[in-house]
């Protein structure tokens, strides 16, 4: 089995898809990751915040246009990370009972309408939650030395 049959598509979730689930997604992929993100209630734009603090640490995401969370996104996820435990309340019950055994919840502080300062804060959480979760997932590539 080569590497690419060893990935697990892994969907990101907050609430507008401009923030949190944006910064996750970037950084999974960065670290070579399957990985796609969506919001509840997607907003029109990615927040330029996110977009400063992003570029800060040399990941692009400024292309990057909000999508709104369908079943058939999480049809296709190996896993499911809620970046708030309370956004599975906000999801519509269909859609929640697709993503059964297949959900990790993670509690990160919405950045929306955030100074930089804290928003970087987030950045730098996230970026050691998906660190980790790449860890699990592809132990054999991120093994320490």
């Known amino acids: 089995m080569d590497k690419q049959d060893r990935k697990v598509p892994v969907l990101f979730v907050c609430i507008e898809n401009s923030s949190r689930s944006v910064m996750a997604e970037a950084f999974a992929r960065k670290l070579g990751l399957e990985a796609s993100s969506a919001g509840t209630f997607p907003s029109t734009h990615v927040n330029p915040l ?14 990057r246009k909000p999508k709104e969370l369908t079943g058939e996104m999480i049809e296709k996820a190996g896993l499911v990370v809620l970046t708030d435990a309370s956004l599975e309340k906000a999801i519509p019950a269909n859609l929640r009972k697709k993503m059964r055994k297949k959900v990790v919840e993670w509690y990160i502080p919405d950045p929306q309408g ?32």
């Not at 804060?121 to 939650?129: A, H, K, L, T, Y």
């Open 50 to 63: 996110v977009v400063e603090a992003m570029k800060e640490v040399g990941v692009d995401v400024s292309q």
């Open 114 to 145: 955030k100074p930089i300062e804290e928003i970087r804060n987030v950045r730098d959480e996230i970026e050691g939650m998906v660190e980790g979760l790449a860890k699990v997932l592809r132990p054999d590539e991120f093994r320490e030395n």
